[in-house]
């Protein structure tokens, strides 16, 4: 074991260019995509290309201003277009009487939430003027808005530890989701050793030598799982200690973290076993891991994907599971017992994945 652990550490100590890279980009990753959670520090255009833009502008601006979060400024169409191309503003909305547009370059989490915000006041105004009915509808929306602010019945929804529940934050969640996506790409290309060391007859020779068959498997997979485990630290310290983001209980992120490496390191086992060369791992490798954080919600707030398929699938990689029981215990304080259940389903999926990765790796000529 000790042998095959040694010779593939010294491969990476002579280059170590692509280690770094993928530490660097996990983090730079979360810089350009991970502050959703500030959007409130940016400035939503909205316009109208009705004949009466002016009276629309205006309406639409106060109510949409009112207790809101996002701030939506006013623009003209030419500008706030120019704002959407050229990456100034993720997301424009044109207004019109009842209705509106988005207007968007690419598909952005914030976007989301813009719709959401948006979608919620005007179906609010739509359900006023359906009320009002012949009266004036600012009569109406008074009287709504007076037992808004005094409900007969008032709900305060608490934690199971009586404080307040804390808002979303998906700028954490894109930090996980990325940190755990880019390292699934370090342990695919190591586990991928194995198909190389098989075609190159570097297995043959190995087996004729003291090294046992067993030693020669664990020395790839350990060096795969220790290599991919020593990415996400490094980049969760940098990012609790250096960059100061408060990623919640240190300890249990990096036991997660372990759980999921193994995780991950079966899974890249089953895809070797498929492949069969590593070449053809290098084609099918990159061509499915980049659609799972998509499946699997990362990039969007919770709840958006509410395909029952899609879920299932995403449901057999250890991804979600991984930033959901990451996303539990920074932004809940969730403790072992709450977390257990995405552990053993991470753990369930290495040993299904790992049986029949090394069952399909035998089965090889080589």
């Not at 490798?285 to 398929?309: E, K, Q, R």
């Not at 977390?339 to 299904?352: P, Q, R």
Request: net charge negative.
């Amino acid at each position: 074991m000790y042998p095959v652990l040694l010779a593939q550490w010294m491969k990476d100590k002579r280059k170590p260019y692509l280690i770094l890279l993928f530490i660097f980009l996990s983090i730079l990753a979360t810089i350009i995509f991970g502050n959703v959670d500030q959007y409130e520090q940016k400035l939503v255009p909205i316009f109208s290309s009705e004949t009466n833009a002016s009276e629309i502008e205006e309406k639409w601006n106060q109510l949409l201003n009112d207790n809101s979060e996002i701030e939506f400024v006013i623009m003209k169409e030419e500008e706030a277009r120019d704002q959407v191309s050229t990456g100034k503003s993720d997301v424009a909305v044109r207004l019109m009487e009842d209705d509106y547009r988005l207007i968007v370059a690419s598909d952005f989490p914030t976007i989301h939430l813009v719709e959401q915000e948006v979608k919620k006041v005007f179906t609010k105004e739509a359900r006023i003027s359906a009320a009002a009915n012949t009266r004036v509808i600012a009569e109406v929306r008074k009287e709504v808005n007076d037992v808004l602010e005094n409900p007969p019945i008032q709900v305060d929804t608490l934690s199971l530890s009586g404080d307040e529940l804390p808002s979303y934050n998906m700028g954490m969640q894109l930090l996980f989701g990325f940190t755990l996506f880019i390292a699934m790409f370090t342990i695919g290309f190591k586990v991928n050793g194995v198909n190389a060391d098989k075609v190159n007859g570097i297995w043959n020779r190995m087996i004729l030598s003291p090294v046992s068959k067993t030693n020669m498997y664990v020395g790839h997979l350990l060096y795969s799982y220790c290599i991919g485990l020593f990415q996400m630290v490094t980049v969760f310290l940098i990012f609790r200690y250096i960059m100061k983001y408060d990623i919640g209980n240190l300890s249990m992120i990096l036991v997660i973290a372990a759980v999921y490496t193994l995780s991950m390191v079966s899974v890249a086992m089953l895809i070797a076993g498929i492949a069969k060369t590593p070449e053809k791992f290098n084609m099918i490798f990159p061509s499915i891991i980049p659609i799972i954080p998509i499946i699997s919600g990362v990039y969007m707030p919770p709840g958006t994907i509410d395909n029952a398929v899609l879920n299932f699938i995403a449901k057999i990689f250890p991804l979600s599971h991984g930033v959901e029981a990451m996303m539990d215990v920074a932004i809940y304080n969730a403790g072992w017992n709450d977390i257990t259940f995405s552990l053993i389903f991470m753990l369930l999926i290495a040993v299904v994945c790992m049986g029949i990765g090394i069952n399909l790796v035998e089965r090889q000529k080589g």
